[in-house]
């Protein structure tokens, strides 16, 4: 028992030590001219029009996580394991699935909230960039070593977890490198996540592939149309919600 408590103190003493040396201070940046000159440019390199005209998007997160977007009506397929979750996004309702069977009562309600927790998470690593003036976002220019410029993105609202701060390194075509994090889930100010391997979806630029620190993240599967069967799905999978 002393030596178990021994260690577990060490163990203490060792995170105390890496969050001093790795947890950085959100920087304070500047608004103005610049932070919107910046986001203009990378909704420029990303093509920001043709990503608010595509209507449907589908793709999948780490490979576990599968969705189908109807971006026009805000609503979308989550499926995981056996589960199933056709969402109205706007309301966070729908109806749930196991196994094919529709689930009821608490499992209902277990299984939307667990969907709406992953969407949030997962579509967040699709779109990022997209969202920078998002209603109750803020924008900061910060200046970063090298030809890199940084724009600090605060979200007041929003999510499962307003409050989150993300500052992107973006080159000089406008295009993301990778962005640092600042979010409540994640005790360490300042961890870094690559965006990269971009792919031209229907005229839009969409990363496919994030590294942070050890974890891989890819976006897999990823197919853009104005219709359902454009992107190999049937034309009724939200005929659900319409009943």
């Known amino acids: 028992m002393k030596k178990f408590l021994v260690f577990l103190g060490s163990l203490v003493v060792i995170l105390i030590i890496l969050f001093l040396i790795f947890n ?19 909704f420029t390199s990303l093509n920001k029009p043709a990503w608010e005209n595509l209507g449907y998007i ?18 979308a397929k989550i499926a995981w394991e056996d589960f199933e979750v056709i969402m109205d996004l706007n309301e966070v309702t729908g109806k749930a699935y196991k ?8 499992d209902k309600d277990e299984a939307i909230e667990k969907a709406w927790a992953y969407w949030c998470n997962d579509s967040f690593w699709l779109i990022a960039p997209f969202k920078a003036r998002d209603p109750g976002t803020s924008r900061k220019y910060v200046k970063l070593d090298g ?10 609202s929003g999510g499962v977890t307003p409050g989150d701060a993300y500052l992107w390194a973006i080159d000089q075509t406008g295009k993301p ?13 300042g961890v870094k996540a690559t965006w990269e ?47």
Request: hydrophobic share 35%; aromatic share 8%; no cysteine.
């Open 24 to 42: 950085e201070s959100l920087p304070q940046g500047e608004q103005g001219t610049r932070a919107e000159e910046l986001t203009d440019e990378m």
């Open 58 to 75: 589908k793709w999948s997160f780490r490979g576990a996580h599968h969705y189908i977007w109807d971006k026009k009506q805000n609503r």
């Open 99 to 106: 196994e094919g069977s529709l689930l009821g009562g608490a």
């Open 147 to 156: 030809e890199l410029d940084g724009l600090l993105v605060q979200y007041q």
């Open 177 to 189: 490198r990778y962005y640092k994090m600042w979010v409540s889930i994640i005790p360490l100010g």
């Open 197 to 243: 391997n971009w792919s031209n979806i229907q005229g839009v630029m969409i990363a496919t592939e994030h590294e942070m620190g050890p974890l891989e993240i890819p976006i897999g599967d990823v197919k853009g149309g104005n219709s359902l069967t454009e992107i190999g799905s049937e034309p009724s999978i939200f005929s659900d919600l319409e009943n």
